[in-house]
T-cell receptor, first 112, second 115 residues
């Protein structure tokens, strides 16, 4: 089944403890992206990747890192999480051109 | 800067009713517009994608229209069912000249279909 898989689904951590949210897609998509969703603010892009080893900042990149060493994986790294990074995170991927964006099921992160 | 607005923010209808969800955007230079459905605690599911050159797309009981010049799109749901209850989001890809396939999202319409 074609899908975007994020792990974990839920994560509770403490301020300053490094964490990684994994994202994997099995559709051979070149483009991948991370979004966060917050009440009243909607979905905002964090980082995106056009292909392997090609990444760039979205609208709200501060406090996040990404890497794209393989086409299928696009992990989101929080080196030193803070409470304002408590949010619902989504990974997404797509084929080239004007094809639709496919989303994972989300990761709910709580930083205390 | 592209801004996307969805009205109403919430809508409650009885089962079987036909309904329309609205989406407006400020910058008409778009590549495409996409409608998504989001169930509570879940990810976004793509429903319909309309290219900038198209006027409408249909999938089953769903019909999405696009009027680029006026910056509007509508999602028509025929014969609504309780299973249609979800948040519906529209998103536009703006022709910014860059390579980022960035979507600007509206805040969504929360639809409740009552049995």
């Amino acid at each position: 089944e074609a899908q975007v898989t994020q792990n974990p689904r839920y994560l509770i951590t403490v301020t300053g403890k490094k964490l990684t949210v994994t994202c994997s897609q099995n559709m051979n998509h070149e483009y991948m992206s991370w979004y966060r969703q917050d009440p009243g603010l909607g979905l905002r892009q964090i980082y995106y990747s056009m292909n392997v080893e090609v990444t760039d900042k979205g609208d709200v990149p501060e406090g996040y890192k990404v890497s794209r060493k393989e086409k299928r994986n696009f992990p989101l790294i929080l080196e030193s999480p803070s409470p304002n990074q408590t949010s619902l995170y989504f990974c997404a991927s797509k084929q080239g051109g004007n094809s639709p964006l496919h989303f994972g099921n989300g990761t709910r992160l709580t930083v205390t | 800067k592209q801004e996307v607005t969805q009205i109403p923010a919430a809508l409650s209808v009885p089962e079987g009713e036909n309904l329309v969800l609205n989406c407006s955007f400020t910058d008409s230079a778009i590549y495409n517009l996409q409608w998504f459905r989001q169930d509570p605690g879940k990810g976004l599911t793509s429903l319909l994608l309309i290219q900038s050159s198209q006027r409408e797309q249909t999938s089953g009981r769903l019909n999405a229209s696009l009027d680029k010049s006026s910056g509007r799109s509508t999602l028509y749901i025929a014969a609504s069912q309780p299973g249609d209850s979800a948040t519906y989001l529209c998103a536009v890809r703006t022709n910014s000249g860059g390579s980022n396939y960035k979507l600007t999202f509206g805040k969504g319409t929360l639809l409740t279909v009552n049995p």
